[in-house]
């Protein structure tokens, strides 16, 4: 660590085996199977000029669907830890963060939500408790032949809007396996990035 440069640091925590480059994709309603999963709460808001939530992004000019580029980042590996000074991550987490899906200072406070709602129903533009538990709700990792791990928790930093979703190390991802599949919504934009396991490995370990 201490022989790293502010290249490499910046490096390892925007594109590496760690960090991964992506895009978040809105859905075409036209083109959808499923329901889309839901934004905030209904506003009340009726008739026809009322406009579907989604996430802020809408069609470019060209009438094509919008994309957003969004950095998903492994922030529970040590590497990662180290690069960042942040030595205290919880050890019975891995914790993902996403960057540049939510905009900075959209929402007006640190937010933290667990399984269980304390919504009364009512929408604040403010508040960003029904969007942590949509992330709550569409997040998993996914292995081949292993169970899909659900996050425990998510945080949001208001200035940064820096999400990061804590999921539970038990059961433990298997290290055999070739790659895990990360995967979130936020209103209609689909995001998924693919971890190539046998890259991220730290001093001969596997870093998670």
Not at 177 to 201: D, P
Request: glycine content about 8%; aromatic content about 8%; proline content about 11%.
């Amino acid at each position: 660590m201490d022989s790293w440069s502010a290249e490499d640091v910046a490096a390892l925590l925007s594109n590496s085996p760690w960090a991964l480059q992506t895009v978040a994709e809105m859905e075409d309603p036209a083109d959808a199977i499923e329901p889309a999963p839901p934004g905030p709460p209904d506003t009340g808001e009726r008739g026809p000029n009322k406009k579907p939530w989604d996430g802020g992004v809408g069609r470019n000019r060209m009438g094509h669907l919008a994309t957003i580029p969004v950095t998903i980042r492994w922030d529970s590996a040590l590497p990662v830890r180290q690069a960042q000074k942040d030595l205290a991550a919880p050890p019975q987490f891995y914790v993902i963060s996403l960057s540049g899906l939510v905009p900075p200072g959209r929402y007006r406070a640190a937010g933290q939500t667990e399984t269980s709602s304390t919504s009364d129903g009512s929408f604040d533009s403010r508040n960003p408790e029904e969007v942590l538990e949509a992330f709550m709700a569409y997040s998993m990792i996914s292995e081949k032949g292993g169970p899909d791990l659900g996050p425990e928790n998510v945080k949001l930093d208001p200035v940064t809007g820096v999400v990061r979703i804590f999921f539970p190390r038990k059961p433990a991802l298997d290290p055999d396996q070739k790659e895990v599949l990360f995967v979130t919504h936020f209103g209609k934009l689909h995001v998924r990035a693919k971890f190539r396991l046998a890259s991220m490995k730290y001093h001969g370990n596997l870093e998670l």
